[in-house]
């Protein structure tokens, strides 16, 4: 019985380690690409690409390397094809951290691709939001700032650019974060 | 007298940090923040509002932009 927990877990953790990364051509693809997948059961996750492999994209879609057949034939499916398909991760591919979490003692901030959000931790009021240079940052940062974490309204339902949605990543890291029961 | 605060050279969100701390323990009713780019400009002024402060001068600089803030 022992045995054949082991065999589990080890195949589990060798299968979590084996991911590979998916290039698209530009934003709305991705994120169309990460509905599509998710809505079709896969782990997917985005991801910012390695530097020396953009494409003119900063988010690429990591997945698991043993659903890659699934993963291209569900995009295919839905007209949407890679620029590359990275079926390794090993080496230099690794995919840079999409998120930078700093503790400024009363504040914290985390940055999701090239978008911050930072709350007053006593309160949970966003105190800032910062980066990108998209034209609805100013508009995101009017309408969160001042707000509680848990009354603000998501970014993804007013933004309209990558940066919007690099903030909602940011905002959904942030509230897992500091609202965790 | 108001308080000066240099945030000069600082990217944010630390320029609007110092800010609302100055703010909460600040016994002045104005205070004087330095920043050097548009960006932090914004989000100092954006802050301090949301804080129920005023913006009292915002002046261009060589340096960058001074923002006076003075409580409602």
């Given at each position: 019985?022992?045995?054949?927990?082991?065999?589990?877990?080890?195949?589990?953790k060798?299968?979590?380690?084996?991911?590979?990364?998916?290039?698209?051509?530009?934003?709305?693809?991705?994120?169309?690409?990460?509905?599509?997948?998710?809505?079709?059961?896969?782990?997917?996750?985005?991801?910012?690409?390695?530097?020396?492999?953009?494409?003119?994209?900063?988010?690429?879609?990591?997945?698991?390397?043993?659903?890659?057949?699934?993963?291209?034939?569900?995009?295919?499916?839905?007209?949407i094809?890679?620029?590359?398909?990275?079926?390794?991760?090993?080496?230099?591919?690794?995919?840079?951290?999409?998120f930078?979490?700093?503790?400024?003692?009363?504040?914290?901030?985390?940055?999701?691709?090239?978008?911050?959000?930072?709350?007053?931790?006593?309160?949970?009021t966003?105190?800032?939001?910062?980066?990108?240079?998209?034209?609805?940052?100013?508009?995101?940062?009017?309408?969160?700032?001042?707000?509680?974490?848990?009354?603000?309204?998501?970014?993804?339902?007013?933004?309209?650019?990558?940066?919007g949605?690099?903030?909602?990543?940011?905002?959904d890291?942030?509230?897992?974060?500091?609202?965790?029961? | 007298?108001?308080?000066?605060?240099?945030?000069?050279?600082?990217?944010?969100?630390?320029?609007?940090?110092?800010?609302?701390?100055?703010?909460?323990?600040?016994?002045?009713?104005?205070?004087?923040?330095?920043?050097?780019?548009?960006?932090?400009?914004?989000?100092?002024?954006?802050a301090?509002?949301?804080?129920?402060?005023?913006?009292?001068?915002v002046?261009?600089?060589?340096?960058?932009?001074?923002?006076?803030?003075?409580?409602?």
């Amino acid at each position: 019985m022992k045995f054949f927990k082991n065999l589990f877990k080890n195949e589990k953790k060798e299968a979590s380690a084996d991911r590979g990364i998916l290039i698209f051509e530009n934003t709305s693809e991705v994120i169309k690409a990460e509905n599509i997948l998710k809505k079709h059961g896969f782990n997917v996750k985005v991801v910012g690409p390695p530097a020396h492999i953009r494409k003119g994209c900063d988010l690429a879609i990591e997945f698991l390397i043993v659903e890659a057949m699934g993963v291209l034939n569900a995009l295919e499916s839905r007209d949407i094809e890679p620029l590359e398909f990275l079926p390794s991760l090993g080496g230099n591919l690794k995919p840079v951290d999409l998120f930078h979490v700093k503790d400024y003692g009363n504040f914290l901030m985390v940055r999701a691709a090239n978008m911050k959000i930072t709350i007053q931790k006593s309160t949970l009021t966003i105190v800032n939001i910062s980066g990108g240079g998209c034209p609805d940052v100013p508009y995101l940062a009017a309408e969160l700032v001042g707000k509680r974490l848990d009354n603000a309204p998501e970014p993804r339902q007013l933004g309209h650019t990558l940066c919007g949605y690099a903030l909602q990543l940011a905002y959904d890291k942030i509230k897992q974060l500091c609202l965790q029961s | 007298m108001s308080e000066t605060i240099d945030a000069r050279g600082l990217s944010c969100p630390e320029p609007v940090l110092l800010t609302l701390e100055a703010i909460k323990k600040s016994g002045s009713a104005e205070i004087e923040i330095l920043v050097d780019t548009d960006t932090s400009k914004e989000n100092v002024m954006r802050a301090a509002q949301s804080m129920g402060w005023q913006i009292l001068e915002v002046n261009e600089e060589s340096s960058g932009y001074k923002i006076k803030i003075g409580k409602e």
